[in-house]
């Protein structure tokens, strides 16, 4: 039963374990597995040793059993034995025993005859050993006595009876020197332990110091990293588990940098991008004349304006800052061609322009349908801005060479090659048209919308008027990656603002 005080010890110990550092424990955790291992062989070996002695002086014991009770006939004569003398006289003559055995005859409880042993008279003399004989003088058997002398002796009495008289085989087995030796080869095997489980703990902290080097260089990257500075990768070496561990870590740094970077971002263009608005607001509520009606509606209806510019800027704002999160997409496999058909209805309505269907891909695609339909209706109210009423207008989908393309064209002023690269970045606004009110964000967000799905936004060249642009993504039934486009943003004005 675990009584409280128990249990309160047990946690005290596990938190004090605990609050040792890893590569110590794994090596105190190996060093006692392997002392635990190596005491068992240990106690292992000393019970096989044990019995594999046993067994021995058994089958010894049996041995002479064996041959004595075959000698019936005496060689001598040719006859049998006149008595028990001369049997156990000419059996202990003609048996040699080994060195840790010995034979004694006796005739009517005397001593007649023995084999040369080194303990000799002293056995006999052994008072454990006289009691053992003593038992075993009528029924036979084997009795095990120990001795300061000898040490631990197997003592077997064969009883012999005939009509002429009585007597026994008495059979002596020592086994203190095969214990001896077991007891030196255990010591040498403990005296190899203790420097294998020294050696083994030692190889066992170095290997695991260098295991958990990754962690280390983890913890000290860590403590480096604030807010303002998460470039710092850890090195990734090998392909183990710590690998995999500074894998997850650096995609988590990556992550991390990314949001930072969002934020940091937002909070710039939006400090940026609001000081203008803010500025008209105070202007005007500071030059409102509070006598004049007419001034009142005027300013009101100006403030509104600002203020649903600024509310349409941060919204903008907030999608870009969005746009990195794993969560910004909900996908799911979309038609393609419900999906052109779709988003070209859903255009009509930007403006008086000759809406067209220039061709719509089959099939289904995993993506997400209303940023898709977020992204063209984007570059279709691009087109609408910078066209005149009756302008052609064209949205179109295309499947082929492991991509998807969805695309919006016209024939209004165009993009210069040169400026390219400098309309899908944030705020670069170029020359616009009068009455375009737009941030310099639209493409920005087409941008992130096609990187979120892991594609691109291509501006190509139509012909001699107009632009094409077109949202690339990657088909999923294919292995073929998305060709990026080389861009090199420029300062120079454009005709094409970004929205």
Do not use: C
Not at 84 to 106: A, H, I, K, W
Not at 126 to 147: K, M, N, Q
Not at 294 to 302: F, H, M, N, Y
Not at 350 to 360: H, M, V
Request: glycine content about 8%; proline content about 5%.
């Amino acid at each position: 039963m675990t009584t409280p005080r128990t249990s309160a010890t047990t946690d005290r110990a596990t938190r004090r374990f605990a609050q040792v550092s890893v590569r110590t424990r794994i090596a105190v955790v190996i060093a006692v597995l392997t002392a635990v291992a190596m005491t068992g062989a240990g106690v292992l070996v000393y019970a096989l040793e044990s019995a594999r002695i046993e067994r021995a002086v058994n089958a010894q014991i049996d041995q002479e059993i064996a041959e004595f009770r075959e000698l019936r006939i005496d060689p001598g004569t040719g006859e049998e034995f006149a008595d028990v003398g001369s049997l156990l006289n000419v059996f202990l003559t003609r048996n040699v025993p080994d060195d840790d055995e010995m034979l004694v005859g006796y005739v009517q409880g005397e001593v007649p005859e023995r084999t040369r042993n080194r303990y000799g008279q002293e056995v006999i003399d052994e008072p454990a050993f006289r009691s053992a004989l003593s038992e075993l003088s009528e029924t036979g058997g084997t009795r095990v006595i120990h001795s300061p002398a000898f040490g631990e002796t197997w003592v077997t009495v064969v009883p012999v009876v005939n009509t002429l008289g009585s007597g026994a085989l008495v059979i002596v087995n020592f086994l203190a020197d095969e214990h001896d030796e077991l007891r030196r080869t255990l010591r040498t095997y403990a005296l190899v332990a203790l420097l294998s489980l020294g050696l083994i703990t030692t190889i066992a902290a170095l290997q695991s110091g260098r295991l958990l080097a990754p962690l280390r260089t983890l913890e000290e990257t860590a403590r480096e990293i604030t807010a303002t500075d998460l470039s710092r990768r850890l090195p990734e070496r090998g392909n183990d588990d710590i690998t995999m561990l500074t894998r997850t870590i650096n995609g988590m740094l990556e992550r991390l940098d990314s949001g930072f970077a969002a934020q940091r971002q937002f909070l710039d263009d939006a400090g940026h991008e609001l000081r203008t608005p803010l500025t008209v607001l105070r202007g005007h509520l500071e030059l409102l004349d509070h006598g004049d009606p007419a001034d009142l509606v005027e300013t009101r209806d100006l403030l509104l304006d600002e203020v649903d510019r600024m509310s349409r800027l941060v919204g903008d704002l907030i999608l870009l800052a969005k746009a990195r999160r794993p969560d910004f997409l909900v996908t799911g496999p979309v038609d393609l061609d419900q999906l052109t058909r779709s988003v070209l209805a859903k255009a009509r309505a930007l403006g008086e322009r000759d809406w067209q269907l220039d061709g719509t891909a089959a099939g289904s695609v995993v993506l997400d349908e209303q940023r898709i339909t977020q992204a063209v209706l984007q570059l279709a109210d691009n087109a609408v801005k910078h066209t005149d009423p009756g302008a052609t207008v064209a949205i179109g989908s295309a499947r082929a060479g492991g991509e998807v393309r969805l695309w919006v064209r016209d024939d209004g002023d165009g993009i210069a090659p040169e400026d390219r690269g400098a309309v899908l970045e944030r705020f670069g606004r170029s020359r616009v048209r009068p009455g375009d009110d737009g941030f310099g964000l639209g493409l920005s967000i087409v941008s992130a919308i096609a990187d979120a799905h892991g594609g691109v936004v291509r501006i190509g060249d139509p012909g001699p008027r107009g632009a094409h642009v077109e949202i690339v993504l990657p088909d999923p039934t294919t292995t073929r990656p998305i060709t990026r486009p080389i861009t090199r943003p420029t300062s120079e004005e454009s005709t094409w603002p970004r929205s």
